[in-house]
């Protein structure tokens, strides 16, 4: 356990010594803060509660969907881009450990992320718009929380999916662009097989990364589809995403790497 805790600081370091990782968190605080002053001063909305606002910023998280599967995309991609892998097996970590340990950093990046939203959120509002006002029991603290944790699935399994063809093709960009084609073309493309009646469609990934109508009183994607079946449907695609990405990086000869 403790060489996978040493291998997970290790990664964490890689990413945070990357200026791209600090643009992509300043990018995120910026946009927060950015859409605070604009509901303030330009849409001079009638907000008056830093939970509303906290509640209206959830509409961001696609951000961090977005940096989340740049880096899970360029994890394990860039060890063989920069030639570095050879370097990194041979340390007496397992290969299965090691792929492990990027996978923990990844995960950890998404939390991160969110985190720093749901903070800049909340002192953005708290300055902007105070507590002065009352909240519907849509727009409380724990429903506001239960809402990020229902995105950080989405992102886990968005994120999940870029690592998987990041350890699969030993590209970074087709992992990355794949990832966000689908991140944005899925819902067009799932609505239309929707309207085709096919059945099937409730079996693809992205008809159920989205759990919000489930708890929030929505219609489900097709009709009869439930909670329970979309986590299982998930945890399918978690398994067999990981089990790829496990298979091919173990067995896999980086000899000619």
Do not use: C
């Amino acid at each position: 356990m403790s060489s996978v805790i040493r291998l997970i600081q290790n990664e964490q370091m890689k990413i945070y010594t990357r200026l791209r990782t600090w643009i992509m968190l300043a990018f995120v605080v910026l946009a927060v803060i950015s859409m605070g002053v604009m509901m303030k001063y330009v849409l001079e909305s009638e907000m008056n509660h830093v939970l509303q606002f906290m509640g209206l910023a959830a509409i961001l998280t696609p951000l961090v969907t977005i940096f989340s599967v740049i880096v899970a995309g360029d994890s394990v991609a860039s060890e063989f881009t920069w030639g570095t892998v050879k370097l990194l097996l041979i340390r007496p970590a397992s290969r299965g450990k090691i792929l492990l340990a990027k996978y923990i950093s990844v995960l950890l990046f998404i939390v991160e992320l969110l985190l720093i939203m749901l903070i800049i959120s909340y002192f953005t509002g708290l300055v902007l718009f105070g507590v002065s006002g009352s909240v519907s029991p849509d727009g409380t603290m724990p429903v506001i929380l239960q809402g990020y944790g229902i995105k950080a699935v989405e992102i886990m399994m968005t994120a999940t999916l870029a690592f998987m063809i990041s350890t699969v093709f030993r590209s970074s960009s087709l992992a990355i662009g794949l990832s966000i084609f689908l991140m944005f073309m899925s819902g067009p493309i799932v609505a239309v097989l929707v309207q085709l009646r096919y059945d099937w469609v409730k079996y693809l990934l992205f008809a159920n990364t989205d759990l919000t109508p489930y708890l929030h009183g929505g219609k489900p994607v097709v009709p009869g589809m439930t909670l329970g079946f979309s986590l299982a449907v998930l945890a399918g695609y978690w398994i067999v995403f990981y089990a790829v990405s496990w298979l091919l990086f173990t067995k896999r000869d980086v000899a000619g790497s």
